[in-house]
């Protein structure tokens, strides 16, 4: 599987400070990597714009999927059935999907993995320990660990991440961005 160092992927320490001073600005950061890598070129603001970044919530998952489609990427949002969708959430499902977004049910990590071969870059949405949702680009598996360059420790076991990303209280999402 490719490797973080060979798909030379951009250092979260890249990122403009217009971003990296915002609270919960993971879900940001990961946008900002994500379209680096592809040389889609955006503002912080126009980021901020396009995800719904808020101060107190940073981004949605589905808000991270319209930014990447606004750029110009093809992007595939997996995710589980939330029940309990809240009004940014329905328009940023409308926003994405005119922007060519394709929304589809959740797959597991293989299946993200088997995007990464072909090109494509997952950014995945888990919880960490805290019990806060974190996103982070999912670059491959290297010695049996994902490679996470987003996550404090730059990645997990497979089986650590199940825990993390499947529990009840929190739909599994993915948003896979390639060019398009």
Not at 80 to 87: G, N
Not at 142 to 157: A, E, I, N, T, Y
């Amino acid at each position: 599987m490719r490797r973080q160092d060979s798909l030379n992927f951009p250092s979260w320490t890249e990122a403009p400070l217009a971003l990296l001073r915002r609270d919960g600005h993971c879900g940001l950061l990961a946008a900002w990597a994500v379209l680096k890598h592809f040389r889609k070129r955006t503002s912080s603001a126009q980021l901020v714009k396009d995800t719904a970044y808020s101060s107190t919530q940073g981004v949605l998952t589905i808000g991270i999927a319209h930014a990447l489609a606004e750029a110009g990427l093809r992007v595939r949002f997996y995710t589980d059935i939330d029940p309990d969708r809240k009004p940014l959430e329905r328009r940023l499902y409308r926003m994405a999907e005119r922007r060519g977004a394709v929304i589809l049910p959740a797959v597991d990590v293989s299946t993200l993995l088997a995007t990464v071969r072909t090109g494509s870059i997952p950014i995945v949405f888990y919880n960490v320990i805290d019990g806060c949702g974190h996103f982070s680009p999912l670059l491959g598996i290297q010695k049996r660990r994902l490679v996470l360059p987003h996550d404090d420790h730059g990645g997990m076991s497979l089986a650590q991440f199940d825990r993390v990303w499947i529990t009840p209280e929190t739909c599994r999402q993915a948003v896979v961005a390639d060019a398009s």
